[in-house]
C-alpha cells in the first residue's frame, strides 16, 4: 500500500519541485482534480462511443437472424446461399446511422457492395416464427388479385434498377439488400464515425461539409442530379413517391460526381403515406409525421391527421440545398441563386395540385446551375 500511495505521489506531483509544492499547497489539489476530471471525462467518452457503435454497428446479429429464417425456411432470396451456406457475403466496414437500419460495406462476387438489413424487422420475424413474412420492399402496395408472388417480385425489382439515380439492387435474403457500392458518400460518411455524427451541431455540420466536400462546380452537378431525381419520384412510370428523409446522408454521389441515392428506406409511395396518415389520431401537426420529414397538417377540431403533405419534396430538397450550395457559391451566382432557393422552398400543397408551378421552378433551377458549369471542365 506504501509503494501505491509513492508511485501516486511521484506521478501526480513530480511535475512541482518541492519548494514550489510549499508555496502553492491549494495548486496540489488543484493538480489532482484536474487529473482526475480528465480521467473521468476521457472514461466517460471512451464508454459512450463504444456503447454507441455497438448499439449502431450490428452486422453480426443481423446475419445470424437473417441466416436462421433462412434454414428454417421463413425467408429466401438471391444471396442466401451466398451469405449463409457458401460465406461469400465479406461484411467490412460499418456505416449505420440507426441502429434498427444496419448499413455496411461489403465484397460480394469480386464487387464492392453496400450491405442493407432491417435488423428490427428480422428480429420481429424470429420471434414470430408463424407470422405471414414481411414484404421484402416497402416501395408499392399489395400487388393485385391474380398477381404472383414472383411477377410482384419482378415489379419491385425491375423499379429499382430502372432509377438512374438510384443504388442498383444486386440482391437480396429477406430483409437483407446488397445494392451497388457508391465511391463516395456524403461529405460526414468518410469524415465522422457513425457514433459521432448525432452529437454535432448544424453549424459545424456546414463548417465539415465546406472543409471536407467536393468542389463548389462537383456540388452543382450534383445538386443537378438530385433535382432530377425529383423529377423522377413525381414522374416516374410506377406513380408517385415521397421523400421522407431528406438529409445529406443521402446525397452520395459516383466518381465522376454523378448523384446517386444513397438509401431507398425512406422513399415511399404516395398512397401508402396517405393511408398511414389520414384519419390518425393527433393533437398537433408533430404527431402527423411518416418517417422522419413527411409531414401532414393536424385537424385539430377533429384531431385527426389529414392525408395531404405541409411540404412537397421539392421543398425539402431545395431547403437542403441551401446549406450544400450557397457556401463557396461564385459571387455573380450567390444572389440569383439564393432567391431560387428561397422561392423553392415556400412550395406547398401536393404537386399534382400546382404541377406546373413546380416544374417551372425546378427547370429554372437546373438551368441555373447548368449555365454556370456546363462550358467548363465539371460539366
Known sequence: MRRLRRLVHLVLLCPFSKGLQGRLPGLRVKYVLLVWLGIFVG?????????SYSELCRGHVCQVVICDQYQKGIISGSVCQDLCELQKVEWRTCLSSAPGQQVYSGLWQDKEVTIKCGIEEALNSKAWPDAVPRRELVLFDKPTRGTSIKEFREMTLSFLKEKEHASRLLGYCGDL?????????SWHGAVLLPALRPLLPSVLHRALQQWFGPAWPWRAKIAIG?????EELFHGSYGTFYMCETTLANVGYTATYDFKMADLQQVAPEATVRRFLQGRHCEQSSDCIYGRDCRA????????????????????VCELLRDYLLPGAPADLYEELGKQLR???????????VEAHHSLVLSHLKTLLWREISNTNYS
Open 177 to 185: 439488400y446488397l445494392t451497388e457500392s457508391i465511391p463516395h458518400g
Open 343 to 353: 422561392t423553392c422552398t415556400t412550395l406547398s400543397g401536393l404537386a399534382s395540385q
Open 43 to 51: 472514461s466517460w467518452m471512451v464508454y459512450v462511443h463504444y456503447s
Open 297 to 316: 397538417p393536424c385537424d385539430k377540431l377533429m384531431r385527426q391527421c389529414k392525408g395531404d403533405l405541409i411540404q412537397p419534396n421539392l421543398a425539402k
Open 226 to 230: 438530385l433535382l432530377e431525381f425529383v
